[in-house]
């Protein structure tokens, strides 16, 4: 072999080489890529999931606040009627004294 056919022969096998490796990356940027999609996807769902929870942690709290106040209502309007019926008895005291 001549030197100028050596080095035709060591140009194409670099060149066979690089069309090989170029053919790897290509594949590993194609599962990379889906990977990647895959991975978005997911991150989509967990914020949509998120976002729900979130506005059920809202209702449940709205819901909360209102139990709390429909119970602080019911005790307010027994305190109340225990201090008109006390204001009752001091007012027929002391009708009675006159």
Request: no cysteine; charged share 25%.
């Given at each position: 072999m001549t030197p100028s056919e050596q080095k035709i022969a060591a140009f194409e096998s670099r060149v066979?080489?690089?069309i090989l490796?170029?053919?790897e990356l290509k594949k590993e940027n194609s599962a990379l890529s889906a990977q990647i999609e895959a991975s978005e996807k997911?991150?989509?769902d967990l914020q949509a999931r998120l976002g729900q929870?979130?506005?059920d942690y809202d209702s449940l709290k709205m819901a909360?606040?209102?139990?709390?106040?429909?119970g602080d209502l019911e005790s307010a309007r027994?305190?109340?009627?225990k201090l008109i019926r006390d204001?009752?008895?001091c007012i027929t005291v002391l009708s009675d004294e006159q």
């Open positions: 066979r080489q690089l490796r170029f053919q997911q991150i989509a929870a979130g506005r909360k606040m209102m139990e709390i106040t429909n027994v305190r109340l009627s204001v009752n008895k």
